[in-house]
C-alpha cells in the first residue's frame, strides 16, 4: 500500500512540474527539439593565401541541415574554400562532405553529406520566413560556439535590418554584404556559430548566423533566411549565384534631398560608375539620381535601403534591357541599358612560390572593390616577407602588368610565364607593376641552386 501511494504522489509531482513550467520555456523546448536535431558540427580544412604563400589550415563551424539528400548551410567563410570536410551529426556519427559551391557577396555556401555508409536517420529544418521577424521576438542560436557543439542560447531579436557601411570583410578576407542587410540578436552568437541556424518559436530557421562582434557584447547577426533560399537554391541548380550589373556605385539620400532637389523616399543617388560598365557606356554619371527602373519606383533614403536596389538589379538576367529614369540637374530623361553578367566574383589563387608571393585573376567585382582600372593584369593577394618579393619591394595589393617587359592581361598569360621562367630557372625576373595610380619596376633576384650557377656562368 506505502508503494502504490509512493507512486501515485510521484505522478502528481510529476503532473504539477509540467503544469508549472511557463508557455515560453515550453516553446522553447519545442523549437530546440524541432531544430536540433539537424544541427551540424563542420570542422573543414581550407586554404589562405593571404600571407603570401598557401597555407592548409583546420577551422571549425555548424551548418544545418536543410534537405533528405544531405544538402547543408553554412557560411562561406566557414566552408567556401575548403578542401576537406567532416560533419558530425547529431547522433555524434561522423561523415565526409562535399563543397557544392559559395557566395562571399551573401557569406553562404552549400555542402553536401557523403551518406554512403550513414545507417543513421537524417533530420531535416524548416526554413521561415525571414520577412515576418519582429524586433522582441525570442529566438535562439545554434552552433558550435568556440567549437563546443550542440549549443543553444536565446535571445530576441534586436534589429531586422542592419545595415554596415564601409568596407565590410568575412574573416575570409572576401568583401560581403552588397545584397543584404542582417538581423541582429542579443542570443549569444561567438566564433565556432557561424553557420548555424536562427530559429523562433515554432521551429523555423529564420537566420543563418554569421558574425559575431568581439568588441561588445549580446550583439550578434545572421543572414534572413529568405536571401539564404534564394543563394542555396541557385548553388544547387546552377552551381553559383548569377548576378546581373551595370556598374553604379550609390549612396543614401538623407540629408542630401535639399541640394539635389528631390522629396523623400524618391530615387537612388549615383555616387560613381565603374568605367567600362554598361552604365557607363550608356552614359550615366555621379550625382544622376536613378527615379524608376523599368517604370518601377526605386528609393535608397537610408543606407540599410541600399542592398535592396542592388539586389534588384542583381536578380534581372543577365542581358536585359533596362530602361533607367533618372533625374539630372532639373531635368527627367530615361536612359536604357543592358545588363551584364557580374560573372565570378572572387578570382583564381596561385601560389608563386619559388618568388615568394600569391597572387589571384582579376574580376570585375575586386577591381571594384580594390579601385582598379580595370581587370587586366594579375593582383598580389600576399607577399612573404622574406623572399624574392618581399625584398624587391612588392606589395599587397599591386597589380602585375608585365613580366619580362611581356605584358600580362590574364591569369593564364601570368601563370604561363611564372610557370616558364621557374623552369628555366631564372635568376631575375623584372615585374612592372600599377601601384596606386602609377608604375613601379620590380626586380626579383631569384635564390635556388640553378639560378645561383646560371648568375655564375654569366659573370
Not at 190 to 205: E, F, Q, T
Not at 332 to 345: A, N, P, S
Request: hydrophobic share 40%; with cysteine; proline share 4%.
Amino acid at each position: 500500500m506505502k508503494r502504490i501511494f509512493l507512486a501515485l504522489l510521484l505522478v502528481l509531482q510529476s503532473s504539477a512540474m509540467a503544469a508549472a513550467i511557463p508557455p515560453l520555456q515550453e516553446a522553447i523546448y519545442y523549437a530546440r527539439d524541432k531544430v536540433l536535431p539537424a544541427l551540424v558540427h563542420i570542422q573543414p580544412v581550407i586554404t589562405d593565401y593571404r600571407t603570401g604563400k598557401m597555407i592548409k589550415q583546420s577551422v571549425v563551424g555548424s551548418g544545418i541541415i536543410f534537405q533528405k539528400d544531405g544538402y547543408v548551410v553554412t557560411n562561406y567563410h566557414v566552408a567556401g574554400k575548403a578542401e576537406r570536410i567532416i560533419c558530425t551529426l547529431y547522433d555524434r556519427e561522423q561523415v565526409k562532405a562535399q563543397l557544392v559551391g559559395g557566395d562571399p557577396m551573401t557569406d553562404i555556401a552549400v555542402i553536401k553529406l557523403d551518406l554512403t555508409d550513414y545507417k543513421g536517420t537524417l533530420n531535416v529544418a524548416e526554413f521561415g520566413n525571414s520577412d515576418s521577424v519582429q524586433v522582441g521576438q525570442y529566438v535562439l542560436a545554434m552552433g558550435s560556439p568556440l567549437a563546443l557543439s550542440r549549443s543553444v542560447s536565446c535571445g530576441v531579436i534586436s534589429t531586422t535590418d542592419r545595415f554596415f557601411s564601409g568596407d565590410v570583410r568575412l574573416p575570409s578576407g572576401e568583401k560581403t554584404g552588397m545584397y543584404n542587410n542582417w538581423i541582429q540578436t542579443d542570443a549569444a552568437i561567438n566564433p565556432g556559430n557561424s553557420g548555424g541556424p536562427l530559429v523562433d518559436l515554432n521551429g523555423k530557421v529564420v537566420g543563418i548566423n554569421s558574425r559575431a562582434t568581439l568588441f561588445a557584447n549580446n550583439i550578434g547577426f545572421a543572414i534572413p533566411i529568405n536571401i539564404v533560399k534564394y543563394v542555396t537554391n541557385s548553388i544547387i541548380t546552377k552551381g553559383r549565384v548569377v548576378r546581373s550589373w551595370i556598374g553604379v556605385q550609390c549612396q543614401e539620400l538623407q540629408d542630401l534631398e535639399g541640394w539635389f532637389r528631390t522629396n523623400r523616399n524618391q530615387g537612388v543617388l549615383i555616387s560613381s560608375v565603374d568605367p567600362q560598365s554598361p552604365a557607363d557606356s550608356a552614359g550615366l554619371r555621379a550625382g544622376d539620381i536613378i527615379l524608376k527602373i523599368d517604370n518601377r519606383p526605386v528609393s535608397a533614403r537610408f543606407a540599410e535601403e541600399l542592398p535592396a536596389f542592388y539586389k534588384l538589379i542583381a536578380d534581372y538576367p543577365a542581358g536585359t534591357k533596362l530602361a533607367l529614369t533618372i533625374q539630372r540637374d532639373d531635368t527627367t530623361k530615361t536612359i536604357d541599358l543592358v545588363t551584364h553578367e557580374l560573372g565570378d566574383v572572387l578570382g583564381e589563387d596561385l601560389e608563386c612560390k619559388d618568388w615568394g608571393f600569391t597572387a589571384k585573376g582579376i574580376t570585375k567585382q575586386m577591381a571594384v572593390d580594390n579601385q582598379l582600372e580595370d581587370t587586366l593584369g594579375i593582383y598580389v593577394s600576399g607577399v612573404q616577407k622574406v623572399g624574392a618579393a618581399g625584398d624587391g619591394g612588392l606589395l599587397p595589393g599591386d597589380v602585375i602588368k608585365a613580366v619580362d617587359e611581356r605584358p600580362v592581361t590574364t591569369y593564364k598569360e601570368f601563370y604561363d610565364q611564372y610557370n616558364a621562367l621557374t623552369a628555366a630557372s631564372v635568376a631575375r625576373v623584372l615585374l612592372t607593376v600599377r601601384r596606386f595610380g602609377s608604375t613601379k619596376f620590380i626586380l626579383l633576384k631569384i635564390e635556388n641552386e640553378k639560378a645561383d650557377d646560371a648568375e655564375k656562368i654569366k659573370e
